[in-house]
Structure formats: structure tokens, C-alpha cells
């Protein structure tokens, strides 16, 4: 079994108000672990592997260093505060990287949306059986959603 995990930290732009969710970046990266480890603990048909997708280099180094297991996809990221990774300044290749996360996201059995506001989650969001969201009123409220095998959510 699959956990997607999408990390939208924007890299110093606020696209869609994703700034206030890292106006603590501890507590953001606080957030997005509890919410693997609560993702790991519900049942699986099959031992648990969790792939990060993040915009971020730091997000990266922090939630492997609590998960080092953590599968992710090779790619450039931008120095720290200059904007979003998937830019012309990183060519085909981030592109390809950004085709090929969201991609993954869309195989997994749960996917992790932070914030849940992001469009890169949006093919994933309609097509796994079970999205974890954070609340948009309460960013430390966990939403899980289950969808059936007719894709409905229940």
C-alpha cells in the first residue's frame, strides 16, 4: 500500500493563502508527520510505503529525517524563498518531475493534501480511496475522506 504525500510549502510565494499554513513552519512540519503516522495506522491491505512530493528541500530533510524511509522522485529544487519549483527556470526536467509526482499521487491508496487547497492533488483527490486533508478552519484538524470502489464518497 501507497501514502502519497503532498507538500505544498510554496518557497516564499503565497499562491491560493498557502502562506498562513507555514506561518510556523515547525508546527506545518509537526502537522504533515502526525498526519503519516495516522495515515500508517489505519488499515492496509499490504505493508505501508510513503512517498513525499514537496516544492521544498527543507520540508524534504525534515520529514525524512522522521521517516527515512521515505520514497521520493529525484529532482532540482530552488534556493530557499525564490517562488515556486515547477518554474521555466528549471526546464523539462522539473516539469517531468511535476508530471511524474502527480502522477504517483493518483497509483496511492491515501494521499496527504497540505495544504488541501493545492491544485497539484487535484487528479489524486478524485481518483484514491481514501484523501487526508487538514481542515481549512482548523489547519490541526485532520478531514479523511473514504471513497468506495465506485469512486463515491462514503
Not at 518554474?87 to 508530471?99: F, K, N, Q, T, Y
Not at 487547497?117 to 482548523?138: H, K, M, Q
Amino acid at each position: 500500500s501507497a501514502i502519497g504525500v503532498h507538500v505544498r510549502h510554496g518557497n516564499g510565494e503565497d499562491v491560493m493563502d498557502y502562506a498562513p499554513y507555514w506561518a510556523d513552519p515547525g508546527l506545518a512540519v509537526h502537522q504533515v508527520c502526525t498526519a503519516i503516522n495516522a495515515a500508517k495506522a489505519l488499515p492496509h491491505p499490504k505493508p505501508v510505503r510513503v512517498i513525499l512530493c514537496t516544492d521544498s528541500a527543507r520540508v524534504l530533510d525534515q520529514v525524512s529525517s522522521r521517516f527515512p524511509d521515505l520514497l521520493t522522485i529525484p529532482k532540482s529544487f530552488r534556493a530557499d524563498q525564490s517562488g515556486p519549483l515547477h518554474s521555466p527556470d528549471l526546464g523539462v526536467e522539473g516539469g517531468i518531475s511535476a508530471l511524474v509526482e502527480m502522477y504517483l499521487l493518483g497509483l496511492c491508496d491515501t494521499v496527504i493534501r497540505f495544504p488541501p487547497t493545492s491544485a497539484f492533488t487535484c487528479y489524486a483527490r478524485l481518483s484514491v480511496p481514501r484523501v487526508i486533508e487538514f481542515d481549512l478552519n482548523d489547519p490541526s484538524r485532520l478531514v479523511v475522506i473514504e471513497r468506495s470502489s465506485t469512486n463515491t464518497a462514503s
